[in-house]
């Protein structure tokens, strides 16, 4: 099995972290697919990547406990791959204004979308000896002001921060690169309606398809000149 690299995705159960892990996988990858509390969405992601002739293995884990990430790099060490690239995409977003914010709240919050990319990157490192790539997803977000979603805005602004901060250090064995997606699927955070007009707002006025997202991905795969950037694929909505 040692012909595949191994490609660990974060969040991979569901929506653009499943995206990821099934795009990598076709580019000849094996997948370490981690979830958080998604099993059946993990399970369902693992036959698809077992359906393209890929390894694939599940680790359930709480990125934003010690614990949950010791569970991961346990099972990293006993794939039988060697670790070339680290997507990641868990993270969490709620609607919490500013003066309800709680200080647990901010601190889950940043726990998963800063902290544990951070300790993962960190990790990689030590493992990709001989060079990888390392993607961060971030968010439209991190270039806006988003009030109603403190906490999330901070955490992923401060993830491009870090990106930057990475690919400086990790150069040049490893590069570091994030991906800035806009409105891409709907989530309960907003009604249909808001997404709606969150969309019709859009310069391309319209919501992006997964393909174009992952489509980012494979470019940050292909182009090795290319680190410490975030790809902004938003469909216009930095403009607006």
Do not use: C
């Not at 990858?29 to 992601?45: N, P, V």
């Not at 993830?159 to 040049?172: D, I, N, Q």
């Amino acid at each position: 099995m040692a012909e595949f690299p191994l490609a660990l995705v974060t969040g991979a159960a569901h929506r653009l972290g499943r995206a990821f892990a099934l795009s990598l996988a076709r580019q000849g990858y094996a997948i370490l697919l981690h979830y958080h509390q998604e099993m059946q969405g993990a399970y369902d992601t693992a036959e698809e990547i077992r359906a393209l002739n890929r390894p694939v293995f599940l680790q359930p884990a709480d990125l934003t406990q010690p614990e949950g990430i010791h569970a991961l790099l346990n099972l990293l060490d006993e794939v039988p791959h060697p670790l070339k690239v680290l997507v990641n995409s868990a993270a969490v977003m709620e609607r919490t204004d500013v003066p309800s914010l709680t200080a647990e709240a901010w601190d889950s919050a940043l726990d998963l979308n800063l902290r544990a990319p951070f300790l993962l990157a960190q990790a990689a490192a030590q493992r990709m000896t001989e060079g990888g790539l390392i993607v961060n997803v971030t968010d439209v977000a991190a270039q806006k002001a988003w009030s109603a979603f403190p906490a999330y805005t901070v955490s992923k602004a401060a993830l491009e921060s870090l990106t930057k901060v990475l690919a400086r250090a990790l150069a040049p064995t490893i590069r570091v690169n994030a991906i800035a997606p806009g409105l891409v699927l709907h989530s309960d955070v907003v009604t249909s309606e808001q997404w709606d007009a969150l969309v019709a707002r859009l310069p391309m006025k319209r919501a992006a398809s997964l393909d174009e997202v992952t489509a980012a991905l494979e470019y940050l795969l292909k182009n090795e000149y290319v680190t410490g950037q975030t790809l902004v694929v938003d469909g216009g909505y930095s403009l607006i």
